[in-house]
């Protein structure tokens, strides 16, 4: 070996390969290497791939090399690594040498495995170097390497199948390729019809030689096995002509129905179809996939891994198929839907869901739009022949039949896809598809209605729907009721029925309708129901039909948003059923949240097509839904109003642009309306006529919502004049609300809507108009006047830049006069400008408090201090939504100045220096923010200081990461607040120590560990406000992350005991849960069912929870109860599943109860709407069953368990008193204290004195007046002694046995000893000893019945 001595290139890579391995092998192939690189020094030669080839070659070549084993095996592999390296030239020129030498080696240690794989590497690099037009020479060593690729070793019959691929892939393109190809096709001749000739000599065979007979099919199995093996490698590198003979070989192997054998044929196949590199013609591909799907043999349904392996097989096929030549794929496409869609309803879950995806990605890859044109071509036509689509579409629509009712939701998520696919394109083609899952349908509806239960319940009908729900977004709404239509007014004319059911799955599902379509048939519709309901509702015996025409109305006005979503007739449409709609509006006050709805969201929509598309004028200057999201904060404020998708590639511009000009053309008609509506609605319902404003206000025109805003500010002004002189309202002035404050809140309310389309100069008069109510003490203008300004500040960053200095003094003015209920909107507002302070180009403020030397900096940081103190004084405010308000705030807030400042790269040298008399901002933004909450703790108030600390801990619980650094100076300052009188403080402290534990890494609360509990523990003996037990959660939780023995080690002497109790409850609940574990799972550690019942936690994937500062700390039995909740649920569900495999093992679903004795029409369409119904039923039983074992809740919502299995003991005993007449026990319901011990369970007389006595109200003997030994035996009742026949005995010297009492006739039992089964010879004779005594006893009582039978004749 070389030593010490550096080795570069391929030696080194060997080298570093080997050196450090202990295998005897790999010391050898370094001693051969060393040895090696000595001869090439010694020839002056440079260790080049060229130089070490030729050293090893000549050195193999020796007779004595080849010799052993070992040292040809590392020459081997010292040559494989160079080989890859050596230039094809010099192989060609020294190839026959070469591959003479390989093979002596590969014959000679043809047991060596080692040896053997090393020179089969070597061999396949060589082959590979052949000359392109001299085939000859590599013949024999390919052949060597394909009779290898099938030898019973595994690891060398892998090595062989790869220098195949090596030496395929390196002939790809060459006129040597079609010889490697034919060599290939030679073995596998021999090969693979070895199974089947085996099989035939078998059955040919004589019972002598069966055994013989068997052995060489197994054998032939094997090798078979292992040369599809190396089909499914090197199959796709073959020549084309090869391809046919050699998939009519694996063709063959199917009838063998060889599990095995057939799921590798099946793969090799598979690559055979698949593979974009082969070179098969669409013709032969075409041709080999219909001979694979005319393979019945193949398609065994009880093998699932053959089933998969084969719907892959035709899935990859067709699709390769399709990019080869179309119009094949489309002929041959239908075959493969007929093979694949009975296996939907397998009993396989996976094999229905894999062939569920398979036929899903067949319509998404191979029905083109050629095919569907054709097929609908050729049906307007009246062609006889089926095209191949419409062939397609039949055979789905038959999966929707009773025959495959086991897999209808496969085959229903097939049906969606379908559908979707023929778009409106192919809808006449989907008539049929369409009547299926309407029967569906509506048969789960029928179930809906009798069984008072949701729809969404039946798993079927919900796919079903959805199924239905991608016909009508693909095909449109019209195409579907065309097929289906409503038939509500045949309907209520008693001649037709009604399909109901279809109007929300409208209104679900339309997307990109025609407006017109809606005017022109719902419409009208709508328009009769509403006569028609008003018509009924004048007689006094049609109130039912007047409200079912009137609910039936009021859905179809609903579909009106669903035909407005990206409707692209909008400018046609609007402008001709504009003014009916203006008129139900205003007549109609039912309908106008409908008809808002409906109108934000095309002016929404086509807003955002506009802004899309780079469109800036005309689209107003702020988000609209910027109002929507401010009023949903209020609870009492709702709106129906959805906020656009994603803009469709059909919206172009061009669309947008017209119906954006109709819109804005009836502007004028439609905001009076608006208007008028608002305010004379109440307060709560403003929600939906503000979206539908503020929507229409962005695309107004500029005079026109002038206009509009003008009369609203006047009107707000008039209000307040009006209230200032005391002067009462009259005429308009008493519209939007009783009081001066309601009319205030509605008109500003009403300005705040058209905000969005406002510029500059409208925005400063709504802003002037708003800021007296800023100082009102009135709430509810006080709350409206800030909801307006935070909507200024959130959405006008130009106007809030350029009365920066103006909206500072506002807010820092009304810090005192600020309002609870205000306090939301308020910090929203300190929010905007806050971040514009700290921004780098914020604009210039000045203050009166300020130092007049003071600099712009100063100023700012000033402002945004006082205002950061306001927030964290809000995280303790009583209205709980300004408390999660504040906490919401803090949180962002420091996300964006994190964002805007973020902190510098790790400081060094002389950067560390300057550190001091950097900017705040030298270490971010979030350290900034930091700060100024850290100043808080040094307050004058305890209130103060305590909001800190709350601040704080929800800043550390966000970015505990990011502040890691500050927290040795945090905690330290933190913890000394603990020995403070204040309890506020420390109960926010615990809080803070809390949250400090569960978010810091574990070293750093290691650390810092020994302080903590110093602090924490100060207060465990502390009971008021739950401190004591506050500190006990605090200790677990560092228990439960540090582990006990770590704080054990830092814990005071006199407090060791609350962490050996908190051990011991830890132990004591893990012991409890593994035993009610083990207990539900009947043994078994493991739930069959849910797995384990526990949640992990971790920090990064918790959330805040804001009750860490409550008094509520029970955590542990918080914990209890949601696991043992969990628990429960698990059991439900184990329980559930069992019934449904009962439910199956019986039979399936079933069929109704009106079919059990007729027979069933399997091709009537209504078929399938009973048998969903059925199923449906069926499923609310279930569910109802399921709901039965929940427990009960009392008047008081407290949980009533029922003891079940006393209950069940109960009934049992119960039960034996109302036994058949030929029960066991009639011989003794008359004895004395008989009724008693069976109602109590006895079974027997055993227990009949003592129950006797109970009755009687005092103990039988050996009994107690406490109970407490009730049970105890006595020798009346001593074991087995109640049935010897001793009660039976005549008294008072008398001889024979008595009636007596019992009235039945003398008996005597021998008692079941549970000794007679001990192995104990000494146990067994003390069993019998009863045995002989009973035996005894009979012989001596019939000697004495025989002597005094003869004596009385």
């Not at 023929?422 to 029967?439: Q, T």
């Not at 692209?568 to 949240?593: H, N, P, W």
């Not at 502390?1022 to 439960?1040: G, I, M």
């Not at 009962?1142 to 709407?1169: F, H, I, Q, Y």
Request: hydrophobic content about 40%.
């Amino acid at each position: 070996m070389m030593g010490d001595a550096p080795v570069e290139g391929v030696a080194g890579e060997i080298y570093a390969k080997h050196r450090n391995s202990t295998q005897p092998e790999s010391h050898q192939v370094c001693a051969i290497l060393g040895a090696v690189l000595e001869v090439v020094q010694a020839e002056g030669l440079q260790p080049t791939p060229t130089t070490l080839f030729a050293a090893l070659m000549s050195s193999l070549e020796k007779s004595e090399t080849q010799a052993s084993a070992q040292v040809a095996g590392a020459m081997c592999t010292v040559l494989a690594s160079v080989l890859g390296r050596v230039p094809a030239q010099i192989l060609r020129s020294r190839f026959n040498a070469s591959v003479q030498i390989m093979q002596s080696i590969v014959e000679q240690n043809d047991q060596q495995a080692g040896t053997l794989r090393a020179a089969l590497a070597c061999l396949s690099y060589i082959t590979a170097a052949v000359n392109p037009t001299e085939w000859a020479p590599a013949l024999r060593p390919f052949t060597l390497l394909l009779r290898y690729s099938t030898d019973a070793r595994p690891k060398v019959r892998k090595r062989a199948q790869y220098s195949l691929v090596d030496v395929l892939a390196a002939l790809q393109g060459t006129p040597a390729l079609q010889g490697a190809s034919d060599a290939v096709l030679k073995v596998c001749e021999i090969i693979l019809p070895g199974p089947e000739a085996a099989a035939r000599a078998a059955a040919a065979a004589s019972n002598k030689k069966r055994n013989e007979a068997e052995a060489a099919i197994a054998d032939a199995v094997s090798r078979a096995l292992h040369m599809l093996g190396s089909l499914k490698q090197i199959v796709s590198l073959l020549a084309g002509n090869v391809v046919g003979p050699l998939s009519k070989m694996l063709l063959k192997l199917y009838v063998l129905r060889q599990p095995m054998l057939s799921r590798s044929t099946t793969d090799c196949l598979e690559m055979l179809c698949s593979s974009k590199n082969l070179h098969l013609g669409s013709a032969a591909l075409g041709e080999l996939l219909q001979q694979v799907l005319q393979q019945e043999a193949a398609w065994d349904r009880k093998d699932t891994d053959l089933m998969l392996a084969l719907t892959s097989l035709i899935e990859s096929g067709f699709t390769r198929l399709h990019e080869l030549d179309a119009s094949a794929c489309a002929l041959r496409l239908p075959q493969a839907f007929h093979s694949l869609l009975p296996q939907l309803c397998a009993e396989q879950e996976g094999v229905r869901f894999g062939t569920q995806q398979a036929l899903k990605n067949l319509i998404h890859d191979c029905l083109d739009e050629g095919m569907v044109n054709t097929a609908v071509s050729r049906g307007s036509m009246g062609s006889s022949a089926m095209p191949p689509a419409h062939n397609i579409v039949v055979a789905v629509a038959n999966t929707l039949t009773v025959r495959y009712q086991d897999g209808w939701i496969n085959a229903l998520s097939v049906a969606g896809e379908l559908l979707e696919k023929l778009g409106s394109d192919g809808a006449p083609l989907a008539e049929g598809l369409l009547l299926r899952l309407g029967e569906m349908c509506a048969g789960a509806s029928d179930a809906a209605e009798e069984e008072n239960m949701d729809e969404g319940s039946n798993k079927v009908a919900l796919a079903a729907q959805n199924a239905l729900g991608q016909a009508i977004r693909a095909m449109g709404p019209q195409a579907v009721l065309q097929v289906l239509p409503l038939g509500l007014v045949e309907a209520l004319e008693g001649k037709g029925e009604a399909r109901t059911w279809l109007i929300p799955l409208l209104r679900q599902h339309v997307q990109g309708a025609h407006l017109a379509y809606w005017g022109s048939e719902l419409l009208p519709l709508a328009r009769a129901l509403g006569s028609r309901a008003a018509l009924a509702h004048q007689s006094p015996g049609r109130q039912v039909e007047a409200q079912q025409c009137r609910a039936l109305e009021l859905q179809l006005w609903n579909t009106l948003q669903s035909f407005c979503s990206w409707a692209l007739d909008t400018s046609t449409a609007f402008r001709s059923y504009a003014k009916g709609i203006g008129t139900a509006f205003e007549k109609r006050q039912d309908l106008r949240v409908i008809i808002c709805n409906a109108l934000a969201t095309l002016c929404l929509q086509n807003r955002k097509a506009l802004k899309a598309a780079g469109v800036t004028e005309g689209v107003g200057y702020s988000d609209p839904s910027g109002i929507q999201q401010s009023n949903a904060d209020d609870e009492e404020e709702q709106s129906d109003v959805v906020l656009p998708s994603e803009v469709p590639s059909h919206y172009d511009l061009q669309t947008a642009q017209a119906n954006t000009q109709v819109l804005k053309d009836f502007a004028k008609n439609w905001l009076p309306l608006l208007f008028n509506a608002f305010i004379a609605t109440d307060s709560q319902e403003h929600n939906s006529y503000g979206s539908a404003i503020a929507a229409y206000a962005t695309i107004a025109d500029a005079a026109t919502l002038s206009h509009f805003f003008r009369e609203v500010i006047k009107r707000l002004l008039k209000v307040g004049e009006d209230e200032a002189a005391g002067v009462p309202a009259i005429g308009v002035a008493r519209e939007g609300g009783a009081t001066p404050t309601a009319r205030k809140c509605t008109y500003m309310e009403l300005a705040l809507c058209l905000a969005p389309g406002l510029d500059v100069n409208g925005v400063s008069i709504l802003y002037k108009a708003a800021k007296p109510s800023l100082q009102e003490r009135d709430q509810a203008a006080q709350k409206k006047a800030y909801k307006l300004v935070a909507y200024i500040c959130e959405h006008r960053p130009d106007f809030l830049r350029t009365h920066c200095q103006d909206m500072t003094d506002c807010l820092l003015a009304g810090v005192v006069t600020s309002m609870s209920a205000a306090k939301r909107y308020r910090l929203r507002c300190l929010k905007a400008l806050i971040l514009l302070l700290q921004s780098n180009d914020a604009p210039e403020i000045h203050m009166a408090q300020t130092l007049q030397d003071a600099g712009q900096t100063e100023t700012r940081q000033q402002v945004v201090g006082s205002m950061v103190s306001e927030i964290i004084l809000c995280v303790k405010e009583v209205n709980q939504k300004t408390r999660t308000a504040a906490y919401e705030l803090l949180v962002s807030l420091a996300r964006a100045m994190h964002e805007q400042h973020p902190p510098p790269l790790p400081a060094t040298g002389q950067d560390m220096d300057m550190e001091a008399s950097d900017s705040m901002h030298s270490r971010g933004g979030l350290h900034t923010l930091f700060s100024m909450v850290l100043g808080g703790l040094v307050a004058a108030t305890p209130h103060m200081v305590a909001a800190t600390v709350m601040a704080l801990a929800r800043l550390l619980y966000e970015f505990a990461g990011p502040l890691e650094y500050m927290v040795d100076d945090l905690l330290p300052a933190v913890l000394a607040l603990l020995r403070t009188k204040s309890r506020e403080v420390v109960k926010a402290v615990l809080g803070f120590v809390k949250v400090a534990a569960m978010r810091l890494p574990v070293p750093v609360v290691t650390v810092h560990l020994k302080a903590i509990l110093d602090g924490i523990l100060l207060w465990s003996a502390d009971t008021k406000n739950q401190f004591k037990l506050k500190v006990r959660v605090v200790v677990e939780r560092l228990a439960r992350r540090l582990g006990y023995d770590a704080v054990a080690e830092n814990i005071p002497e006199e407090h060791r005991k609350l962490l050996t109790h908190i051990r011991k409850e830890k132990t004591r609940k893990l012991r409890e849960d593994k035993a009610e574990k083990m207990e539900m799972d009947g043994g078994d550690a493991k739930s069959k069912f849910g797995g384990s019942t526990k949640r992990g936690r971790t920090a990064g994937g918790s959330e805040w929870d804001s009750q860490v500062f409550s008094d509520d700390e029970a955590e542990a039995d918080v914990r209890t109860k949601l696991g043992d909740a969990t628990l429960s649920g698990a059991t439900r569900n184990a329980r559930t599943a069992g019934k449904s495999a009962k439910s199956m093992a019986r039979g399936g679903k079933g069929l109704p109860r009106e079919m059990e004795g007729n027979p069933l029409d399997l091709l009537d369409a209504g078929t399938s709407r009973k048998m969903v119904k059925h199923a449906a039923a069926r499923g609310a039983a279930a569910a109802s069953a399921e709901e039965e074992d929940d427990f009960e809740h009392g008047d008081d919502g407290k949980i009533i368990v029922q003891d079940e299995e006393a209950q069940g003991k109960k009934r049992r005993r119960n039960s034996h008193l109302d036994d058949s007449d030929d029960s066991d026990f009639d011989d003794i319901r008359h004895v004395h204290g008989a009724k008693a011990a069976l109602r109590e369970g006895a079974g027997s007389i055993r227990y009949a004195a003592t129950e006797g006595a109970k009755s009687r109200g005092r103990s039988s003997a050996g009994g107690s007046v406490g109970g407490r030994s009730m049970g105890a035996r006595t020798s009346a009742t001593a074991k087995g002694s109640q049935h010897s026949g001793d009660r039976f005995k005549a008294r008072k010297g008398a001889k024979g046995d008595t009636k007596g009492a019992s009235k039945v006739e003398p008996y005597a039992y021998w008692p079941l000893d549970r000794k007679m089964l001990n192995r104990r010879a000494g146990k067994q004779a003390a069993a019998k000893k009863g045995l002989e005594r009973v035996v005894k006893a009979a012989k001596t009582g019939a000697v004495k019945g025989h002597k005094a039978k003869r004596r009385r004749t």
